[in-house]
């Protein structure tokens, strides 16, 4: 039964009893994006409607206004962080600028819905958030010019078959499922541990002409045959970041997004992409890097800055980065 009962705001509030220094404003930020989630999660999970049935939910809701979910999930986060008192300032993927809030002791970035090209066609997608400790009042780009090991938290919600809320304040990552009928965040997956090792690839094959040779070598070295090193490895790709990251992290793997000859320093964002799922893979006991410098490590120029992101299992990444930098 105990298991069954243990809702987000409990275990966050039992994790913070162990750790005195972490404070009460923390479970409220953290419940107030998980109100967020909720929200985005019924609005998500009503998209299908409004194609199917036309069923408009509200008289200004169309085709097109579906595909602005990216929009509604961005409005949604920023409305309720902006007035909860604990985010004093906030980056988002659809914000050009940061966004000043009145007051609170943190910073926070997001991905407000990723994979957003797969509304349409029913398939997963997700949230991705990063916290930081504020050092200043007034919030400007600089306050978000630094490394991911700076993070004091940082999680992603799927929405998938389930809604998910998997999260890391620095002490383990622990997974929520939401239970519709109570709306309720109940503890699914506690002390979640990527494996050392796996046998899944997550990569746009369709750019292979596009990349370098190393990786090139890599990707044909792991699809060879060869029963002694376990190859050749699966290849799965859904085109959502969360759901192949996700994936990955619980079966073991590696998530390849390169830079290529259209991407010159990749496509996913350092700030709100790679870093938050960085700092959840090592928490996880994996590893994130660009093929050459650990994720953590990088310090954004600038809010919407790329990156290439190799991450998973840490022998995975670590064996590409051998093929990448020979
Ligand atoms: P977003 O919807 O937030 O822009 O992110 C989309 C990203 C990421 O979710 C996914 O891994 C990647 O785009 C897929 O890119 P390709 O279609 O180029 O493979
Ligand atoms: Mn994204
Ligand atoms: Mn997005």
């Not at 972490?22 to 929200?39: D, H, Q, V, Y």
């Not at 200004?60 to 604990?86: M, P, Q, S, Y």
């Not at 997963?124 to 916290?131: E, M």
Request: with cysteine; hydrophobic share 35%; net charge neutral.
């Amino acid at each position: 039964m105990e298991k069954q009962t243990m809702n987000l705001t409990r275990f966050l509030i039992e994790e913070q009893r162990k750790y005195p220094s972490a404070s009460g404003i923390f479970t409220e930020l953290f419940s107030e994006i998980a109100l967020a989630a909720k929200i985005i999660s019924r609005e998500v999970n009503k998209a299908g409607l409004v194609d199917i049935l036309g069923y408009t939910g509200s008289k200004n809701v169309t085709g097109d206004e579906v595909k602005k979910l990216d929009i509604f999930a961005n409005n949604t986060l920023k409305h309720i962080l902006c007035r909860g008192g604990n985010a004093i300032g906030l980056a988002s993927e659809e914000e050009e600028d940061v966004v000043q809030c009145e007051s609170g002791k943190y910073l926070v970035v997001f991905d407000p819905l990723d994979g957003s090209s797969n509304i349409d066609v029913n398939v997963s997608i997700g949230t991705i958030f990063g916290i930081y400790n504020k050092m200043d009042d007034f919030v400007d780009k600089k306050q978000f010019r630094r490394p991911g090991r700076e993070l004091v938290a940082a999680g992603y919600i799927i929405y998938g078959s389930s809604t998910m809320f998997v999260y890391s304040t620095g002490t383990g990552v622990h997974g929520f499922t939401l239970d519709p009928s109570v709306g309720e965040f109940i503890l699914s997956h506690k002390n979640i541990r990527i494996p050392e090792k796996g046998k899944i690839f997550s990569i746009n094959m369709g750019n292979y002409k596009k990349w370098d040779k190393n990786l090139q070598d890599y990707i044909d070295y792991i699809t060879e045959e060869d029963k002694e090193t376990k190859r050749p490895y699966s290849l799965r790709y859904i085109g959502s970041l969360v759901a192949d990251f996700h994936r990955n992290l619980l079966y073991g793997g590696i998530f390849l997004y390169p830079a290529d000859k259209k991407n010159p320093s990749g496509k996913l964002r350092l700030l709100y992409e790679a870093q938050p799922l960085a700092y959840i893979v090592e928490q996880a006991g994996g590893y994130a890097s660009d093929g050459k410098t650990p994720i953590l490590d990088k310090i954004p120029s600038e809010i919407h800055e790329r990156t290439p992101l190799f991450i998973g299992s840490k022998e995975n990444v670590k064996e590409l980065e051998k093929f990448l930098n020979r």
